[in-house]
């Protein structure tokens, strides 16, 4: 049987997922790319530095990473 408040919970939970995997994917790869210049990966994905560390720590991405 359908249950629509299971469906609802599900959907953001499902969202919310395949949002951070893209955000993670999106970027780890500008970082490699920019040789994990905070700097310059904040500036070509058009976010603060700030903001990209709270992402970043979101995520689970280190900065202490090495490419």
Same mark, same amino acid.
């Given at each position: ?9 599900? $959907? %953001? ?5 395949? #949002? ?6 999106? /970027? =780890?790869?500008? $970082? %490699? ?5 905070? #700097? ?6 058009? /976010? =603060? ?19």
């Amino acid at each position: 049987k359908f249950n629509s408040d299971n469906f609802g919970n599900d $959907l %953001k939970a499902a969202t919310k997922q395949v #949002t951070d995997r893209f955000e993670r994917e999106f /970027i =780890s790869e500008q $970082l %490699k790319k920019h040789r994990w210049n905070i #700097t310059n990966t904040a500036q070509a994905i058009g /976010i =603060s530095r700030g903001a990209l560390h709270a992402k970043m720590k979101t995520l689970g991405l280190s900065s202490n990473k090495v490419s």
